[in-house]
């Protein structure tokens, strides 16, 4: 096996213009198939980061609606107690939804107010990374609200306003904080306050609105809602999943990935085609060397392993080669697409398995081109070839 490699390492040495136009298609090939598979990557881990990162993924509420979740605790208990869980979900957390109207003034405005067990939810919702002045409102009777309805409102912190609900329920709270979550229609709509505030608020007594999860992989929320649903086997309550409250999403996402994978396969599909070409040219070039090396004893498969190897030859070099060049582009991408604070429009996820995963396609593609240049190699007849000069 020595021996066609050495004449293959010859031949690409020899016929350095061609070689250098068969690494310079696998890694242009390459680098676009990486530069858009990480791309695409990135974009849905962002796209979803943004849509569900910062949110519940898994909600438990009971099945008719405006009744509350009782023994939640109990739930809680149950879910964060069994070991089918405890690798697949990160935090559990009760909340507490209730709408609200703030008298300012002579203007009437609706909320819903929002009750957390701030040490459960943080994880979730990482309030103290949003609060833009103040601080959380840790103490009972006290609120936040977010940056567009205080300026609207014309309110800020330390301030007091008067709250009443649906049943017609007064309450003085005071605004201890203003957040902005950076989504125009959470910061002119909540309210936050702890869990007891709310509770009081809405005349849940010790019940809640639904119990909040974040799981490790998002795209197992459904299939974990389903098992959590038959654990907790309770008629009352019902389990939701973020992946059937965003269906327009996933097809989004799904349509993203289609998209890449076609991409993709052209461009290898090219690439395959390029080196096949070149390399069944280089068959005809040198078909006075391949018959007088038969003459001399070379036989029909080690013929074809010569031009097997340049392949594979070619194609180790030119997937390295495209690697560096797409993460390259990525990177430069990453660095000059920002938005006007200086932040990446699309924050760059490095995937190493689908950098290493198209290396080996790019490689396997190599290979598979240079079979045919192979065969008609081992076609040819050393006698008729010498004859013919």
């Given at each position: 096996?020595s ?20 690494i ?6 390459i ?17 979803v ?10 909600t438990?509420?009971?099945?008719l609606q ?5 023994s939640w605790?109990?739930i ?9 869980y ?5 935090y ?14 002579s ?6 107010l ?12 990482h ?13 009972d009777?006290?609120?936040m ?8 409102a014309?309110?800020s ?8 609900t649906?049943k017609?329920q ?15 229609a959470?910061?002119?709509?909540w ?27 998002v795209?197992d929320a ?6 959590i649903g ?7 309550i019902?389990?939701e999943?973020?992946?059937?409250q ?35 040219i280089t ?24 031009f ?9 070099i ?7 060049l ?20 699309v924050p ?13 396609i ?6 598979v ?16 070839v010498?004859?013919?000069?």
């Amino acid at each position: 096996m020595s021996l066609p490699f050495k004449i293959a390492l010859r031949f690409i040495r020899y016929n350095r213009s061609q070689s250098i136009f068969i690494i310079l298609s696998i890694a242009i090939g390459i680098s676009v198939q990486i530069f858009i598979g990480l791309l695409i990557q990135s974009l849905q881990t962002s796209l979803v980061q943004t849509t569900i990162g910062n949110s519940s993924q898994i909600t438990v509420v009971s099945k008719l609606q405006g009744t509350p979740v009782s023994s939640w605790d109990g739930i809680i208990q149950k879910i964060s107690s069994d070991p089918a869980y405890n690798k697949d979900i990160k935090y559990v957390s009760p909340s507490v939804d209730t709408p609200i109207f703030i008298s300012e003034g002579s203007a009437i405005n609706s909320l819903l107010l929002r009750g957390f067990d701030f040490k459960a939810s943080d994880p979730i919702y990482h309030f103290n990374s949003h609060i833009i002045e103040g601080r959380l409102p840790t103490n009972d009777n006290e609120i936040m609200i977010g940056k567009q309805f205080a300026k609207d409102a014309n309110l800020s912190v330390g301030k007091t306003v008067t709250v009443f609900t649906a049943k017609r329920q007064l309450k003085i709270l005071k605004i201890s904080g203003i957040f902005d979550f950076n989504v125009s229609a959470i910061n002119s709509s909540w309210a936050i306050s702890n869990l007891q505030t709310a509770q009081n608020i809405g005349g849940f007594g010790n019940n809640v609105s639904s119990i909040e999860m974040q799981v490790v992989n998002v795209f197992d929320a459904k299939k974990i809602s389903e098992e959590i649903g038959q654990t907790l086997n309770n008629p009352s309550i019902k389990v939701e999943n973020w992946e059937d409250q965003n269906a327009d999403l996933l097809t989004g996402l799904q349509g993203q990935s289609i998209s890449s994978i076609m991409i993709q396969v052209f461009v290898i599909v090219a690439v395959t085609l390029a080196i096949a070409s070149v390399l069944a040219i280089t068959v005809l070039q040198k078909s006075k060397e391949i018959g007088i090396l038969k003459a001399m004893g070379l036989t029909d498969g080690k013929t074809g392993l010569v031009f097997l190897f340049q392949g594979l030859i070619l194609g180790i070099i030119g997937a390295i080669a495209g690697a560096g060049l797409g993460l390259g582009l990525s990177f430069m991408f990453a660095k000059f697409a920002v938005n006007s604070n200086g932040t990446p429009v699309v924050p760059l996820e490095i995937n190493y398995f689908f950098i290493l995963i198209s290396m080996i396609i790019a490689i396997t593609a190599s290979v598979v081109a240079s079979v045919i240049p192979a065969r008609s190699s081992i076609r040819l007849d050393p006698i008729e070839v010498i004859r013919n000069g």
